[in-house]
Nanobody, 123 residues
């Protein structure tokens, strides 16, 4: 059974940083693409960042480029999202997801999802 478990969310002041983690189990982690998405209240789930199996290719949403960094540690079956210079508009539930076909910006391409972790940025 595939499981993705996010952690690291919380309350932070604008301009601060958080590091999200997502631990996977039940699969051969190193062969899959991974992504982070977020959903604010009343809004659709939006793409944030994605990374290919090796970590050599990454995609970012324009809204987070230069502030967020996605990375992975295949030996630990974990993907990370380092979030710096946080803004109030980054407030959302953040989800990690796994894509059997590789790297993608589109939620429809992802096969497994975590339960989400809340990030709240106070201004």
């Amino acid at each position: 059974q595939v499981q993705l478990v996010e952690s690291g969310g919380g309350l932070v002041q604008a301009g601060g940083s958080l590091r999200l983690s997502c631990a996977a189990s039940g699969l051969t982690f190193s062969t899959y693409g991974l992504g982070w998405f977020r959903q604010a209240p009343g809004k659709e789930r939006d793409f944030v960042a994605s990374i290919n199996w090796s970590g050599q290719t990454t995609y970012y949403a324009d809204s987070v480029k230069g502030r967020f960094t996605i990375s992975r540690a295949n030996a630990k079956n974990t993907v990370y999202l380092q979030m710096n210079s946080l803004k109030s508009e980054d407030t959302a539930v953040y989800y990690c997801a796994l894509n059997k076909e590789g790297i993608s910006r589109y939620a429809r391409n992802y096969d497994y999802w975590g339960q989400g972790t809340q990030v709240t940025v106070s201004s």
